[in-house]
């Protein structure tokens, strides 16, 4: 399973070209405006105003501008307010994302090596040595750490003046702590990134998954499969030739393991405890922690904020009436909770992969999304690059983000600055960004669900 050749030089020129890219622009440039890179939730222009307010003894909650985390507040807001001569606004924040992409895809190659490993070792012990040979050509962690670095969407959102890396840096902390079964970590990260950004919080299935079951696996029928054709067709005098490989069968049938998940829930309420004192101690004097989560989770639930961005809501609530608000919003809210049961279930065996799936699905359907969610989420699909290498519809999907992400600037332009446009043009690129999302979920998990069989059958036919 050899790596990527010069993935550490590749690696290394991502962030040199970040760095450059940062010297490069002129003060005036300001891509924070652009609702497909920034959100309510997510804008340093507005966490600057919620310093600002802060600084003049103020609740950052005061106004309408700020929604985000207190403790993100006291980090982020002195940089966000440091200006430098020549230099584009929020330019020390934008060096410290550029670290904060580093680690990030330093951890999914990190996560997708586990995976790697893991995927190997099952192999072997289903004998299925055509497919043990090809799994080595394809190092889906360097491939996924490279995706995260050189996408053109996650380096237009370093240095376009928004805090969404640190939002994914957190999960893809939680999924690394997971999958690594370390319950500090999986906890730290998921605590922080639900109080970052409130959807994160569906992570805990596949969390919990992963630290009770372990990483991604073939379904448990398939080593049953093999155990009872190994035991059916031994002879007697093979039996205990056929044994060590029975009992090896027995161990790579996970086994749900409560230890570390109580471990988890430990540490969750350890960190939860840790980041309302840090909020407090943040609005001191200025705020409470009741108008926190009001002007935060609040502020996601009922979708106060209708300016445009590529999601679904924004329009929809801007023309439904107000009597008929309340229904709809529990409707595209509830629909996220409806999938979680159905496909954990199907897809328990392959915890990690469920956790790409709600992030694809909860991006989908947020209220404030941007270009970020899809950075993230690109990345983590390719982790599972070997088993959906016949994954339909690919190059399709591959146009349609390259075309929604060049027609939505430009409509929004068109609509709000040129006036030759209209909100219908802007809205079919949301609408156009919704079903490629919709596809990609669809396909990935039928194209998981389809390896699964063919392992299974391979299995059948080797015996």
Known sequence: MAGIRGYWTLAAAAIAFRILLLFCLPKDFHLGSHPEITTPLTSLRRLAEGYWLKQASMSP??????????????????LSTKRSEGRPPHFYCSLLFVLVDFITATLIRATG???????????????????????????????????????PM????????????????????????ACSRIPPLAAFGWVFAVHLSLYPVILIVPIILLLGYGLDAPPSKSFLLKNSYARKNSTLAKIQVNSGTSSQTDKAINHFSWIPVLHFALWVSVWLGYVLFLSSISLKGIGSITEMFRKTYGFILTVEDLSPN???????????????????????????????????????????????????????????????????????????????????????LFCGYIAVSLFSPVMHNLWIWRGTGNANFYYATGLAYACLQTILVVESVGSMLKHDRLLRKTVEAEH
């Open 154 to 177: 996650t380096i237009v959102i370093c240095i376009g003046s928004s805090t969404s890396p640190i939002d994914n840096l957190m999960v893809v902390m939680a999924i690394y702590g």
């Open 113 to 151: 090596k586990k995976l790697m490993l893991s995927r190997y070792k099952h192999l072997q012990i289903l004998n299925l040595s055509k497919l043990v040979e090809t799994s080595g050509f394809v190092d889906s962690g360097d491939f996924a750490a490279l995706m995260y670095l050189w996408n």
């Open 61 to 78: 909650y005061s106004g309408s501008m700020y929604h985000g985390s207190p403790v993100l507040l006291s980090i982020l807001g002195p």
């Open 310 to 396: 590529i999601g679904l809501l924004w329009y929809f609530f801007a023309e439904v009436f107000d009597f008929f608000r309340n229904f709809f919003l529990i409707v595209f809210h509830v629909n996220i909770l409806f999938v979680i049961l159905p496909l954990a279930i199907r897809l328990k065996h392959r915890p990690c992969f469920l956790a790409f799936v709600y992030i694809a699905i909860s991006s989908m359907l947020k209220s404030y999304p941007s270009l970020a969610d899809s950075t993230l989420y690109l990345s983590l699909v390719t982790l599972f690059s070997n088993e959906l290498a016949d994954m339909q519809f690919s190059f399709f």
